[in-house]
């Protein structure tokens, strides 16, 4: 596994989100995924995937910067603070926010298997 290869999973899983493309989500997201919110509830891949789907969550906004990547084997653990503005639900979204994504490569697919979310302001 390449670092380039996780700038380029991370750039296209940045860009479904901002789409909210959902079969490209389906395929970067593990069945097992769990994923902790900034308010600490923890989400699975389907709650995700379904906030996208009912078009509860609208990104207008979504710049990422200050990545870093770690490689153990076939994982790689990326952190990343993202400017995010949009809506989710009834509520309007307009923030930074500090994420930590893991990926771990799958035969052939690259998937994440877990992350995190904290707001920074």
Partial sequence: ???KTIVNAEIEFLTAIKNADVLALEKSLH???LF??????????EIDLDSYRSGKIKIDV???SDQIINIIGDTAVVGVTILLKGEYGNDFLDGVFRYIRV????EENLKIIA???TQLK
């Fill in 1 to 3: 596994m390449e670092v």
């Fill in 31 to 33: 069945d097992d995924l």
């Fill in 36 to 45: 902790n919110l900034p308010d600490g509830q923890t989400i699975t891949k």
């Fill in 62 to 64: 979504l710049e990422a």
């Fill in 103 to 106: 990926w771990k490569q799958f």
């Fill in 115 to 117: 992350g995190s979310c």
